[in-house]
């Protein structure tokens, strides 16, 4: 063994420094150098260091303060982040970052122009580097990006179609319509490259996936997201809906795929395109090892049952109600009676949160770790662990349809507030008190 590192002489056990200790001095070095230096590398050593040893709060708040320099914010970008519409590429509404468990209070709440129509679709992704909305004007849709610590624009972008943006690490990917799909900085705005493409964007591990006509999935690999990829060969010769954002979505290693003319979900090999299997008369919501069969919800009936299944298509477990979200070891599922939760593995019942139907119908819940949150369809959110127990119910001064996503760090939560009538929009940002 070499000496240069370790000494040969080993001292008495009472004599030798904990590792503890020793993993303290060393932060203290680090907290000495980013003291004296404050450059982006002593930046992100320190925060690295506090990662290690779980003060993963403080890591963020480190790396927050240096998010001018361009390195600091692609290990930024490096944390989780709500970076789809619902959630993340398996849309399941959850998130592993720690979650808020006492009553938050408003960090602060931005109004957005008045001339949203109520039944116009929106989005809002959260990153540490940029909030991510949809407005409406006179001259049509704007994608709009906000300083996750103050609410205010850093810079927006004019899409001629419904935007569909999708969060790739420092990157933002949006579809503005006209067969073209932009690569933005997320923070600067800096346009990156394009794609001659227009389709559902679906990011997953090194791989952008885009639904590009009625009748073919085309990928593209990206080696970086910061650099146009090269087109992929997965191809999919069937018919696929474009116009629904839940029709393709990663879930670890599958692409499962809506075919609605033939009444079938389609669960592909995300590195070949071959097909795994296929389930006929479904239609449904997928998150990682998760397909669930939706009977009702926005149909004719008013009695919706979930199939919680595999990632092979088998069936676990029918469960009355439509499901809110997937975390990693429940399934939160909304019935005409209550709020509850399901084991992932079984599907038997793991909680009751809300015993009667909470003030809202099928509105999409958020998932941090092991709590839920669910908005109402009355105003305000609530909050419980996913064993039953209530934290805390926050409400709001304007009854208004919401909806909830988490941020890309701890102990926050980012709220769109839309009222019933005509009125203006708010964005408001939760943080625990």
């Not at 109520?118 to 006179?138: K, Q, R």
């Not at 809300?354 to 099928?362: D, E, G, L, V």
């Amino acid at each position: 063994m070499s000496c240069e590192r370790v000494s040969c002489d080993r001292p008495h056990e009472a004599d030798r420094p904990s590792f503890g200790a020793l993993l303290d001095e060393d932060l203290r070095t680090l907290e000495r150098n980013l003291t004296q230096q404050q450059d982006a590398g002593s930046t992100i050593a320190y925060a690295r260091a506090l990662g290690r040893l779980g003060r993963n709060d403080e890591a963020y708040a480190t790396l927050a303060r240096g998010v001018d320099e361009p390195s600091v914010r692609e290990e930024l970008a490096r944390l989780p982040a709500w970076t789809h519409e619902s959630g993340g590429p398996g849309r399941s509404r959850s998130i592993d970052v720690a979650p808020i468990r006492s009553a938050p209070s408003v960090r602060w709440t931005v109004v957005t122009t008045p001339l949203e129509p109520i039944y116009a679709p929106h989005f809002l992704l959260a990153s540490p580097l940029g909030i991510v909305t949809s407005l409406f004007d006179l001259d049509g849709w704007v994608v709009a990006v906000l300083d996750p610590e103050t609410g205010e624009r850093l810079w927006a972008v004019r899409a001629a179609v419904r935007p569909l943006p999708t969060i790739v690490g420092s990157v933002l990917l949006v579809s503005v319509g006209l067969k073209l799909v932009f690569a933005f900085d997320l923070r600067t705005g800096e346009r990156l490259y394009r794609i001659p493409r227009d389709g559902v964007l679906v990011a997953g591990d090194s791989r952008l996936l885009l639904v590009e006509d009625e009748h073919t999935l085309v990928s593209f690999s990206l080696d970086s997201p910061r650099r146009a990829p090269s087109i992929g060969p997965l191809r999919l010769g069937r018919p696929v809906s474009r116009h629904q954002p839940t029709s393709c979505i990663a879930a670890g290693p599958l692409l499962v795929v809506e075919d609605p003319l033939g009444g079938q979900i389609l669960a592909l090999d995300r590195r070949t395109g071959s097909t795994l299997w296929a389930k006929g008369g479904l239609t449904g919501r997928v998150g990682a090892g998760l397909l669930g069969d939706e009977a009702g919800v926005g149909g004719a009936t008013d009695a919706p049952t979930f199939a919680l299944r595999d990632d092979g298509g088998a069936l676990i477990a029918s469960i009355p109600g439509a499901p809110l979200a997937l975390a990693r070891d429940a399934v939160v599922v909304q019935s005409e009676t209550r709020v509850a939760t399901h084991d992932r593995e079984t599907g038997e019942l793991r909680a009751v949160l809300f015993p009667r139907r909470w003030p809202t119908r099928f509105r999409p819940a958020a998932v941090a770790r092991d709590v839920v949150y669910l908005p109402r369809a009355t105003g305000g959110i609530g909050a419980w662990t996913l064993d039953g127990k209530r934290l805390w119910v926050h409400e709001s001064a304007i009854p208004a349809r919401q909806e909830v996503v988490i941020a890309a760090y701890s102990r926050r939560l980012y709220v769109r507030a839309m009222p019933f009538t005509d009125g203006p929009v708010s964005i408001s940002c939760l943080e625990e008190s």
